[in-house]
């Protein structure tokens, strides 16, 4: 697996006050950016949840 970068994502990050309503609204906006190939647009309902995960884990982690 290659990681992607989620620039939409990104942006709504930045300037917030980190709190689970930010991280929620941020992983919302992971379908924008998605390059997903034809045969995996299923994965586009799995990416805000996923995305959620290790926004959740980074903050555990102390990483920001």
């Given at each position: 697996?290659?990681?992607?970068?989620?620039?939409?994502?990104?942006?709504?990050?930045?300037?917030?006050?980190l709190s689970e309503a930010l991280l929620?609204?941020?992983?919302?906006?992971?379908?924008?950016?998605?390059?997903l190939l034809p045969q995996s647009g299923y994965k586009a309902a799995l990416?805000?949840?996923?995305v959620l995960d290790a926004l959740r884990a980074a903050v555990a982690e102390g990483i920001r």
């Open positions: 697996p290659t990681p992607l970068r989620l620039p939409v994502v990104e942006a709504a990050l930045v300037g917030g006050t929620e609204a941020a992983s919302a906006l992971a379908r924008v950016d998605a390059p990416l805000p949840p996923t």
